[in-house]
């Protein structure tokens, strides 16, 4: 196992309801991505964060918002939730630095219905 | 933008077998890392191996190995003596190599190939 943790593990929400899920980074590391990974599909990145400023953003839309503590913990946000937001999310973290490795928590598993 | 793709939804292999997952990439940079990452079921992402793009020795660890070929922009993973263990998810992964831009740690995954074991 990783060093990363994430909670919670499963969430059931409704469609149109806010989401807050957070990530704990493994001890040393001071960068954070966020990913979402549909089922049975690759992740796909939604942003990174380095030292608390969002340091790159895939194509998700501003409701997928994020934040990066001091001690390197990492919240996702996610507003106005939609049927399709319905997925894995995965945070990695690392330390900045060429060839880093990333590494993964086990997944928040949120279902919207 | 950079794109992943695993033309193998699903691949078997008999225990002690070997088996090659394939995977294409396409990028405009020169210099960037490829990874294999390994996700069981229920279970975490774990990296298997990576290759830097710079290097022409095709990177091994124990049973893993891959064959990367740049010109062709392919980067299959060859696992040898396949073990129960190794059955899961596995994902073809792209990073580009420039330290300090944005999306540094950005992966660009492809789709996965569901590896099965039989005994």
Redesign the interface.
Known sequence: ??G?TQSPTHLIKTRGQQVTLRCSSQSGHN?V?W?QQAL??????IF?Y?REEE????NFPPRFSGLQFPNYSSELNVNALELDDSALY?C?S?F????N??F????TRLTVL | AQT?T?SQPEMSVQEAETVTLSCTYDTSESDY?LFW?KQPPS?????VI?Q?AYKQQNATENRFSVNFQKAAKSFSLKISDSQLGDAAMY?C?YRR?N?GG???????????TILTVHP
Do not use: C, H
């Open positions: 196992e990783t990363v960068t991505s990913y049975g599909q690759g992740p796909q990145f990174q380095y340091n790159g953003r895939g995965l990695a690392s900045l630095g060429q060839g490795e990333q993964f928590g086990p997944g | 992943v695993q890392y990452y279970r975490q992402m774990i990296l990576r830097e994902f992964a190599s330290a944005t999306s540094y740690g950005k992966l660009t995954f492809g789709q996965g």
